[in-house]
């Protein structure tokens, strides 16, 4: 069990280019969610899947964000035309099967910095 | 809707002295309540989670935290403080009435002074 794992550590991209950030979960966690925080605050929600199936998205996951699970496993969180506003940590999490739905355990978070 | 108040921004306190580290929350239901660190640059880790039963549970680390319903609090404590604690602590609440989500609070930024 290597925990949960997120790729890259650090984006800095340009204003208006798309950026993509992997997870991958515990092994056989069939529960992922993805969180954004920004300097000095705590974690928002962003997304959750349950095995492949996206069933829940904040308010805060514009049109510009789209996340995908296509085999229950990784999932990737994709940023269209990103601006400046969309720097932060973007952090993944899973929780395990039988485990209570809000109990989860963090990736060590992508850092995105847009210029 | 829920959420969750962290009163102190930032905390200092003496290596070796004992700490105490405030969280209020509001859920409409019975809350499910965790407390997370998180170091520079890193990600959460689970302290210590509330679910149900005996109100005073007890984490890593040495850490304990008692949930009081009448107060909606769920305070974190250490009796003392390593330097290897300061870090910035998060508390957070979920629940069945919650989905799949976990509100944070803002953060309390602790520091240790040697």
């Known amino acids: 069990d290597t925990g949960v794992s997120q790729n890259p550590r650090h984006k800095i991209t340009k204003r208006g280019q798309n950026v993509t950030f992997r997870c991958d979960p515990i092994?056989?966690?069939?529960?992922l969610y993805w969180y954004r925080q920004t300097l000095g605050q705590g974690p928002e929600f962003l997304t959750y899947?349950?095995?492949?199936?996206?069933?829940?998205k904040s308010r805060l996951l514009s049109d510009r964000f789209s996340a995908e699970r296509p085999k229950g496993s990784f999932s990737t969180l994709e940023i269209q035309r990103t601006e400046q506003g969309d720097s932060a940590m973007y952090l993944c999490?899973?929780?395990?099967?039988?485990?209570?739905?809000?109990?989860?355990?963090f990736g060590q978070g992508t850092r995105l910095t847009v210029v | 809707a829920q959420s969750v108040t962290q009163p102190d921004i930032h905390i200092t306190v003496s290596e070796g002295a004992s700490l105490e580290l405030r969280c209020n929350y509001s859920?409409?239901?019975?809350?499910?309540l965790f407390w997370y660190v998180q170091s520079p640059g890193q990600g959460l880790q689970l302290l210590l989670k509330?679910?149900?039963?005996?109100?005073l549970v007890q984490g890593i680390k040495g850490f304990e935290a008692e949930f009081k319903r009448s107060q909606s609090s769920f305070n974190l404590r250490k009796p003392s403080v390593h330097w290897s604690d300061a870090a910035e602590y998060f508390c957070?609440?979920?629940?069945?009435?919650?989905?799949?989500?976990?509100?944070f609070g803002g953060g309390t930024r602790l520091m240790v002074k040697p």
């Open positions: 957070a609440v979920g629940g069945r009435n919650a989905g799949n989500m976990l509100t």
């Open positions: 509330y679910f149900s039963g005996d109100t």
């Open positions: 899947f349950q095995n492949e199936a996206q069933l829940e």
């Open positions: 859920y409409g239901a019975t809350p499910y």
């Open positions: 999490a899973s929780s395990p099967v039988g485990g209570v739905v809000t109990e989860a355990f």
């Open positions: 092994s056989e966690h069939n529960r």
